[in-house]
């Protein structure tokens, strides 16, 4: 918890403007020495920018910093770490093929006495930061090798061996499992206990309140409230994100599935490699399935391989119970299945093409007639898209990277339901997205079955699974360990403990 009063950074008065369209107004932040500090708002809010001018990745247009009660100049990253500012991005900046030494100390290399690199004090020293960390990482291996929460941890070993006093953290845990989530935890809470102040950006509540000490929330680029955690209810802190008072979390809604007819689809032994084992299930028309399971489960390579982004070692599908080969994702798209990815930036969009470009990437056979494209159809079917799927702004012809990661993610969506798909799968679908873009797309979810489609859901976040799915398959190391049907369920806790393994 908090360790003292005084103010390590402050931001006073920021403003910033990205195309004439004010981003951040006024806006003041704080953080005192030894804090855990959640920002919060929604997706375009402006938490990420923000920060990024904090870390000098951005020029604010007016405003002061000051850094333990200095006023600070900061243009530039290198600026930011003389002030003992380190980020860890949502998109790690870490080197793949270089080993976690190398990438601790990169552009901080150890030299010799022949200025050459010298690799064993590069080694020695982050054995050092990882021993300090508490962490049992092999700093020579490379980077690619580890998991995603190594990596996490990693970056943050970076960041501390960069002496950082002020460790800013964005979405730190949209990819972990719930063991990795408390490994992070652990050094966080030993970082401020040395006097390390954090700036955790979360749009996960109950982290949020296990974590951190107070709140900032923002909106629409202004500061909404600033609030101790233990002074504010989760409620009230929804309703400052989304401005509304009525936003809540799905709860379950019984719906009766019909199972004695003709599966919609069906896996037959599925077998990729050693990651997912002689799998077999039946899905229904208009029923939500949702695969629970810890990192590495092989949830994602199940449902990779179902969609023919990766080989089968073996087994077999079926569509509407005929027999279907599926070798690759145009074979998917021509059975009828839809693919939103985990991650969009980098599998789901084409990030400098358009909002129409992406939405029209999936569908450009079906607007065609004799090899010629029918504008008509494609202006028809963008703009309905992002009517439908209220992306903001409402502009066809914007840069998809210029939109907040909520309306990127409904921009996938919109692009795949164009298709006019039977069978939906989804991995992922609401990381790194606001409370209320997460509501919305769960709504959708529902929606989408009523409609008699089926959809395959991936979630790491339980509530949601709870929130709308029919059955709950639970993955471990690459079977199906546990087949719930979600009236079974009794609560969060409850299919905590089947994922973990642990007998209920």
């Not at 690199?117 to 960390?133: G, Y």
């Not at 960041?159 to 990795?180: F, H, M, R, V, Y």
């Not at 040395?194 to 929330?217: A, F, K, L, N, P």
């Amino acid at each position: 918890m908090m360790s003292s009063s005084f103010n390590v950074v402050e931001m006073i008065d920021i403003s910033k403007s990205f195309f004439g369209v004010k981003v951040l107004d006024n806006i003041s932040f704080a953080v005192t020495s030894g804090e855990i500090h959640a920002l919060a708002g929604e997706n375009g809010a402006g938490k990420s920018t923000l920060m990024k001018i904090l870390q000098g990745v951005y020029t604010m247009d007016s405003g002061v910093i000051q850094i333990a009660g200095e006023t600070a100049s900061i243009h530039s990253f290198q600026d930011a770490r003389k002030y003992g500012i380190g980020m860890v991005f949502q998109e790690f900046s870490l080197v793949p093929e270089l080993s976690v030494a190398q990438n601790i100390f990169l552009d901080r290399e150890h030299k010799n006495k022949l200025h050459f690199f010298d690799e064993k004090e590069t080694i020695r020293q982050s054995k050092l930061v990882m021993e300090e960390l508490g962490l049992d990482i092999d700093v020579t291996a490379k980077v690619s090798t580890l998991g995603r929460a190594f990596q996490q941890l990693t970056e943050i070993a970076k960041a501390i061996a960069g002496d950082a006093k002020i460790l800013i953290l964005d979405e730190p845990t949209a990819s972990l499992a719930k063991e990795e989530v408390d490994a992070l935890f652990k050094v966080l809470k030993q970082l401020t206990a040395r006097g390390v102040s954090i700036v955790y950006i979360s749009h996960r509540m109950d982290e949020i309140y296990r974590i951190c000490d107070r709140i900032t929330i923002l909106r629409d680029g202004k500061k909404i409230t600033v609030s101790s955690l233990s002074e504010i209810s989760p409620q009230e802190i929804i309703a400052h994100i989304t401005g509304r008072k009525d936003v809540k979390m799905l709860s379950h809604e019984g719906r009766a599935i019909e199972r004695l007819t003709t599966p919609i689809f069906e896996a037959i032994g599925i077998q990729v490699g050693n990651r997912v084992n002689n799998v077999s299930f039946k899905l229904y028309p208009g029923e939500i399935v949702g695969l629970a399971g810890l990192m590495g489960s092989g949830r994602t390579e199940l449902v990779r391989a179902i969609f023919g982004l990766d080989k089968k070692d073996n087994g077999s599908i079926k569509i509407d119970g005929r027999d279907v080969a599926i070798k690759n994702p145009r074979d998917a798209i021509a059975h009828g299945f839809a693919f939103i990815p985990e991650d969009r930036r980098r599998q789901g969009l084409v990030m400098e093409h358009s909002v129409k470009q992406n939405i029209l990437a999936a569908n450009l056979s079906s607007l065609s007639h004799l090899n010629f494209l029918s504008y008509s159809k494609i202006n028809s079917v963008v703009q309905d898209s992002i009517i439908n799927f209220e992306v903001r702004p409402p502009e066809a012809n914007r840069e998809v990277r210029l939109l907040s990661g909520g309306n990127q993610q409904k921009v996938v969506i919109a692009k795949w339901m164009a298709t006019n798909p039977k069978i939906v799968l989804m991995d992922e679908p609401t990381v790194g997205v606001d409370i209320g873009t997460k509501v919305e797309i769960m709504k959708l979810v529902r929606s989408i079955a009523a409609k008699g489609k089926s959809v395959i859901l991936i979630s790491s976040e339980l509530p949601e699974l709870l929130g709308v799915c029919d059955r709950i398959l639970v993955i471990r190391k690459g079977k199906i360990a546990e087949e719930l049907d979600r009236k079974d369920v009794r609560d969060e806790d409850h299919l905590q403990m089947i994922v973990q393994g642990i007998k209920v």
